[in-house]
T-cell receptor, first 109, second 117 residues
């Protein structure tokens, strides 16, 4: 059974810092890897999608990488802003979605 | 733990028919449920937010008359794809929000794959 773990569970950084969120999965047989952000009381917002054949994707200040051989994905956020404060989820897709445990990020002004 | 189920897990239908997908929170009450869909090689996208006893809130670009959402109880939300067409073929997933001492947590259903012929 696929298990997806995110480290750290919570992270607090001062504004302007670069940061890395980690996602690890136990079964490398995933179709793709997605990163989402979740704001309180809201649905998920898709951030980046990495196809199985890809290694990374970039969107603005966000960069996500995927290493299937090691079962890891990272989300890099550059020059963090208070508006980045949210919970970040990764999800691997196989026969169904396997969501990670989430990282709660707080960016302090 | 918190479990969310979806039924059916797979559905194949003819173009023009309507398909109903159920989302249930099995061991908790969910005031809010979310519906998502994912087209092949695309990211999971939020379709609508469903609140018990009130009308659903749809995301921009999602036709509310085509995707009927009913959240009649605290444990059940249904998504009906009306007059389905092949372009509606997608993976539909729901999530349910559980309130806890440390805030709210979303729990996801296993998803429903819809194929419209």
């Amino acid at each position: 059974k696929q298990e997806v773990t995110q480290i750290p569970a919570a992270l607090s950084v001062p504004e302007g810092e670069n940061l890395v969120l980690n996602c690890s999965f136990t079964d490398s047989a995933i179709y793709n890897l997605q990163w989402f952000r979740q704001d309180p009381g809201k649905g998920l917002t898709s951030l980046l999608l990495i196809q199985s054949s890809q290694r990374e994707q970039t969107s603005g200040r966000l960069n996500a990488s995927l290493d299937k051989s090691s079962g890891r994905s990272t989300l890099y956020i550059a020059a963090s802003q208070p508006g980045d404060s949210a919970t970040y989820l990764c999800a691997g897709t196989g026969n169904q979605f396997y969501f990670g445990t989430g990282t709660s990020l707080t960016v302090i002004p | 733990g918190a479990v969310v189920s979806q039924h059916p897990s797979w559905v194949i239908c003819k173009s023009g028919t309507s398909v109903k997908i159920e989302c249930r929170s099995l061991d908790f009450q969910a005031t809010t449920m979310f519906w998502y869909r994912q087209f092949p090689k695309q990211s999971l996208m939020l379709m609508a937010t469903s609140n018990e006893g009130s009308k659903a809130t749809y995301e921009q670009g999602v036709e509310k008359d085509k995707f009927l959402i009913n959240h009649a109880s605290l444990t059940l939300s249904t998504l009906t794809v009306t007059s389905a067409h092949p372009e509606d073929s997608s993976f539909y997933i729901c999530s349910a929000t559980k309130a806890g001492a440390q805030g709210e947590t979303q729990y996801f259903g296993p998803g429903t794959r819809l194929l419209v012929l």
